[in-house]
């Protein structure tokens, strides 16, 4: 499992994770947040980008990205679904290994691209109940930066 950081290149998922550590822990006394957010673009296939964004509360942001191309989806809800599910994947490995480096105190939120306007609508209370479920904090558009922005940018 490979992710893109704009600043370090190509990284292996435990050289992503030794980067984030170290960020962390190069300036303690500041505040973070982890976000996970997938979004997707349907052409030929689709392709899924899952985004890592380290939040340093107020001092900006760092963040990786994956892309994963699956064949073409046109159900809306397998899509949102499919999203979703990448992100909790991730949410999952990210919490255990920051678990392991005495790190648990930091909070993962799952960023999910569906929002009370548009098509979306419907699906909010299944998708949040999946990521809650799994633990994690939930968080919908507008408020869903990490997949309708940062995930955003890198499906195209």
Do not use: N, W
Not at 57 to 71: D, E, Q
Not at 109 to 115: K, L, T
């Amino acid at each position: 499992m490979y992710f893109i950081s704009p600043t370090r290149g190509r990284l292996a998922f435990e050289e992503m994770m030794a980067d984030i550590v170290g960020y962390i822990t190069g300036l303690p006394t500041s505040q973070y947040k982890i976000i996970i957010g997938s979004d997707s673009q349907v052409k030929h296939e689709s392709c899924f980008v899952t985004a890592l964004i380290v939040h340093r509360l107020g001092k900006g942001a760092r963040y990786y990205y994956r892309k994963k191309l699956h064949r073409k989806i046109k159900s809306l809800r397998q899509k949102i679904f499919y999203e979703t599910s990448l992100s909790l994947e991730l949410g999952g490995l990210v919490a255990k290994y920051l678990a392991e480096c005495g790190l648990d105190d930091l909070e993962v939120e799952i960023h999910i691209d569906v929002g009370k306007q548009g098509e979306t609508r419907d699906l909010i209370k299944e998708v949040v109940g999946m990521v809650t479920g799994s633990g994690f904090q939930a968080k919908i558009k507008p408020e869903a930066f990490g997949a309708a922005s940062v995930a955003d940018k890198h499906t195209k």
